[in-house]
Nanobody, 125 residues
Framework: QEQLVESGGGLVQAGGSLRLSCAASGRTFSEYAMGWFRQPPGKEREFVAA????????GYADSVKGRFTISRDNAKNTGYLQMTSLKPEDTAVYYCAADRRTADYSVRYSLYDYWGQGTQVTVSS
């Protein structure tokens, strides 16, 4: 069982930056692909970014490409989402998730096995 805890959310002005962290409690973090998803107010959860187990490959939603960077440090059992040039439409609860089955990474939230509790990101205009 993998437990994930997000941190780093908060209130930021448009154009600002935040770095989210996802700390995993288990000892097998490197065996999971990792993803970040978000749920804007009144909307469904959507894919943001994902990264393979080794960190060699990553993928992004078009809406965040070029502004967000996903990374991981398997030695620290921690994943990250660096967010820059934030926009009001980035406002959402952000979740990290771990996928133990996919060999690469997945953009489908239904394929992820473990989820964090979420962290709120609010971008003011």
């Amino acid at each position: 069982q993998e437990q994930l805890v997000e941190s780093g959310g908060g209130l930021v002005q448009a154009g600002g930056s935040l770095r989210l962290s996802c700390a995993a409690s288990g000892r097998t973090f490197s065996e999971y692909a990792m993803g970040w998803f978000r749920q804007p107010p009144g909307k469904e959860r959507e894919f943001v970014a994902a990264i393979t187990r080794s960190g060699a490959r990553s993928g992004y939603a078009d809406s965040v490409k070029g502004r967000f960077t996903i990374s991981r440090d398997n030695a620290k059992n921690t994943g990250y989402l660096q967010m820059t040039s934030l926009k009001p439409e980035d406002t959402a609860v952000y979740y990290c998730a771990a996928d133990r089955r996919t060999a690469d990474y997945s953009v489908r939230y239904s394929l992820y096995d473990y989820w964090g509790q979420g962290t709120q990101v609010t971008v003011s205009s």
